[in-house]
């Protein structure tokens, strides 16, 4: 068991740094908040999913704290050395791109290393891609699951997209611009056609939303070249689909006789059983079903 006071008092500070995950903005850099600035400030070191993306971010606010590169490709190698400083007292915070460190990136890995070696972990909350859009779509926002990014192989694409097809909260996916026409296609193939918000350039200038069906969306991609990152918001399984569903899955013992209904049962059960349950099937009483299959 794990058990982090992020805050405790000087006297009890431990030898270890602390790893502080700091959002940075996602477009507008009036986003940046007065928190992360400090921070960024204060820290021995900046660990970066892309160093020179975020050396813009820090000329602009003035910050001199020394930046060091930590992402998908050499995680490996630097992800160890930054536990050791932490280890070793030096304070460090983690930033992505854009946006919360730790979501849909490689600083998952490192939190879960820092939590094993004891290492606090402290978010320095702001922007997100994924909740920004969420609460324009237009769709529920009490429930939702994020996905994130499908992968790359059509065949593992279709096994995750089953998966949350009986979801009925509101579903998240990122997606890059050459990759949504196909993406939609496949939505709409293995979800049907459902409400959907597609909102890209988050806080920018060209900030869009398109709000509509999926087949509407197909429609506008024809004939709008895609451009820029994309937040997808689908809307769950409704109520009508869940009835279709459940009609559906009552269909295979409609066309059989009520014998034959009886008979599918007894393979696995014995044949009061089986009548007990061919009588829950149809709604109907037990005696009614007896009557029946013993004229």
């Known amino acids: ?119 606090s972990v402290i978010p320095i909350p702001g922007a997100n891609a994924a909740l920004s859009a969420l609460i324009m779509s237009g769709l529920p926002t009490d429930r939702f699951s994020f996905i994130g990014f499908l992968p790359r192989d059509k065949k593992a694409i279709l096994q995750l997209l089953e998966k949350y097809s009986l979801y009925t909260e509101t579903l998240i996916l990122y997606e890059s611009p050459h990759r949504i026409r196909k993406t939609l296609a496949i939505l709409l193939e293995v979800w049907g056609n459902r409400k959907v918000a597609i909102v890209r350039e988050l806080t920018k200038r060209h900030e869009e939303a398109l709000r509509g069906t999926l087949m509407e969306c197909i429609d506008w991609f024809e004939e709008h070249q895609p451009m820029g990152e994309f937040c997808m918001l689908i809307e769950g399984l409704d109520q009508e689909g869940i009835k279709q569903l459940e009609d559906a899955a009552n269909e295979w013992w409609q066309k059989l006789t009520l014998e034959q209904h009886v008979e599918h049962y007894e393979v696995s059960m014995s044949r009061k059983d089986a009548m007990k349950q061919v009588a829950g099937d149809r709604g109907v009483s037990k005696r009614d079903v007896y009557n029946e299959v013993n004229r």
């Open 1 to 119: 068991m794990n058990i982090q006071k992020s805050f405790i008092g000087a006297s009890q500070e431990q030898q270890a740094g602390k790893l502080y995950l700091v959002a940075t903005p996602i477009g507008n850099l009036e986003d940046m908040t007065m928190r992360a600035i400090r921070t960024l400030q204060e820290v021995d070191l900046i660990a970066a999913e892309d160093t020179r993306q975020t050396r813009k971010l820090l000329t602009h606010f003035d910050i001199k704290t020394k930046c060091v590169s930590y992402h998908e490709h050499n995680k490996e190698a630097s992800g160890p050395e930054l536990i050791k400083l932490l280890l070793e007292g030096n304070n460090i915070a983690l930033v992505s791109d854009a946006g919360m460190p730790a979501i849909s990136d490689p600083g998952e890995d490192i939190v879960k290393e820092a939590i094993t070696n004891e290492i």
